[in-house]
Structures are given as C-alpha cells and as structure tokens.
C-alpha cells in the first residue's frame, strides 16, 4: 500500500483540517478523582474522545443518519461521478455491510475483538459501485485514500481537546516516555499534522509506541494492543507496566484493558459524547481507575 507521507501526507492533513470546525468539550457531571501518581516513567493515550473531541464518539462510528449523503459528498470529492441520486445510499449501504461482514467473519475465526483496514473496505465498495453501475471512476489507491478521509471527516468530525499540545510539550518536557494506543485508522495520525503541525513523532511521541489497531487486526479491548506496548517499554527502554500510566475515556478499553497489562488506567471524563462508564459490565465494575481527570490539564499535576 502506498505509504502516507511527504507531499500526500499534508495534502491529506490540510484536507482533514479544512473539513473540520472546532468542537468544545461537553461537561460530563463527573468529579476528577485527582490521585498523585508517583514513579510513573511512561504515558500512553487513547486518541478518539480522549485527545481529540469526536463528533460521534468513536472512530468507525457508521452514522447512519446523513450517511447517503456524506458518502454522496466524500465520492465526489475524491472525483468519482455519482450516476443517480441514489448512489450515495448505495455507497453508504455496501460500506457498513462489508464492515459488518469482516467483523462477523474475524468473530467465526476465534477473533474476539475484530479490527478492519478501512482502505480494503473503501477498495471492496468501490469495487461493487463500479461493477453495479452506481459510480465512474477507477481503483487508483490514491483516490481511495482521499474517499476514505473525506467520508471520515463527515461522519466522524473531530477537534482537538483543549490544552492537547500543550499537555504533549509538558509532559515531553518532563522526559516522560509517550506513546498511542488507540482503536485507529490510517488517517488517525494525520490528525496531529493537521491540528498541532506535526506528526506525533515531532511532537515528542516515539514511533515504536504508536500503536494502531488497525495494523494488527484486532482493537481495544484486546489485550494484544498493550501486550505490544508493555513489551517495547520493558525490551527498548527498560520500564516496567507499574511504571505506565494510560490515559482513556472509556472503562472497558481502557481502563480494564491498560490493567490487564499492569498499567495504571487513569479515566478521561471529560466529554459527554465519548465517555463509557461501561456501568452494566462486569468487568468494569471490578476496575478501579487510578484517577479520574476531567481536563487534559489536569494530568501534569498527578505526576508532580
């Protein structure tokens, strides 16, 4: 697959920027439970909800009000021509069918926490448009990738939460190791270019601890994702999971998920539209964050 970088990466961040408004927080009712953390070495983060405000609460999130016509929109933008007024429905109709299908399928063969590449499910749809006739165009990977950013930012409008660059420049200061571990898509780290100016490389993330869920085909709350981490953080920079602290705004996949590995799952509260209390689930009865913060800011002040 092509690669997302030098002029195709900030033709597609400046594209993400220009689609996007700004959003504000959503206060949750939630109080911060502001413990301090002592010995804390490394901070991971869940990005969706957690570091950027998501519009629909997730990454993936099928809207199925308005879909037709974001799938209309981002079709055209990426230069295929729609054929009838219907195409976009039929457009919108075979994507999350395919979805549904990968995820039922990765279920039947034992996979309990399903991940997709969303460019073979654009590949997949396209595919069935052109053949039935619903849109003109071709399979160039390139235009692709533009459908498939284009029809995020519709569905999936996100901002960054307030105070995120900053939080990154603190704690980067402070010589704390950061990372990602998120339930993602290719176009996920675009979202630091187009919103703070740089990959999350530049901005003081190591590249070995941004972890995607969509390049190994599984998604929190799989306990893979953080085994990976735990064992990069041990074998690279010699730190052990009670020295990490991962910040998310959801108890099952985060919270729940970070303990299973050791780490101190600390709950972001600080969104109405992405925080899950998870309150009917078992397994997050039984978590216990170590804090609670309400706002980004709050963060530098556990580890003081």
């Known amino acids: 697959m092509i690669a997302i970088e030098g002029k195709l990466q900030a033709e597609m961040a400046a594209r993400i920027r220009r ?25 991971l983060f869940d990005v969706y909800g957690t570091l950027f405000i998501s519009g629909s609460g997730d990454i993936g999130t099928l809207q199925r009000t308005h879909a037709a016509q974001a799938a209309t929109e981002a079709l055209e933008a990426a230069g295929y021509h729609c054929r009838t007024a219907a195409s976009g429905q039929a457009a919108a ?3 999350r069918d395919l979805m549904e299908e990968e995820h039922a399928g990765r279920r039947a063969a034992g996979v309990e926490f399903p991940e997709v590449d ?25 235009r692709l990738l533009r459908l498939a ?19 990154i420049a603190a704690l980067a200061g402070k010589g704390v190791i950061l990372g990602l571990i998120s339930n993602a898509q290719f176009m996920t780290p675009l979202l630091f270019d187009a919103f703070l100016g740089g990959s999350p490389a530049e901005l003081g993330l190591r590249d070995e601890l941004c972890i995607y869920s969509f390049r190994h085909g599984v998604g929190k709350p ?39 590995c050791g780490f ?4 972001f509260a600080g969104d109405r539209r992405s925080l899950r209390l998870r309150d009917e689930d078992e397994r997050c009865r039984r978590a216990e964050p170590a804090a609670v913060v309400t706002a980004l800011g709050q963060l530098p002040q556990l580890l003081e």
Request: charge should be negative.
């Open 19 to 43: 689609l996007s408004r700004p959003m504000d927080p959503i206060s949750t009712g939630v109080a911060a439970v502001l413990h301090r953390q002592t010995d804390v070495r490394a901070v």
């Open 93 to 95: 109709d075979f994507f």
């Open 222 to 260: 799989a306990v893979d994702l953080y085994e990976q981490a735990r064992d990069v953080l041990r074998d690279i920079f010699r730190v052990e999971s009670g020295e990490v602290l991962y910040l998310g705004n959801d108890m099952l996949n985060d919270v729940w998920g970070a303990s299973r």
């Open 118 to 142: 969303i460019r073979r499910i654009w590949h997949a749809t396209v595919s069935r448009l052109l053949a039935t006739g619903e849109i003109s165009g071709d399979l160039q990977e390139v």
């Open 149 to 167: 950013v284009e029809y995020e930012c519709r569905v999936n409008p996100v901002w960054p939460m307030p105070g995120l660059k900053e939080l």
């Open 264 to 267: 101190r799952g600390v709950l």
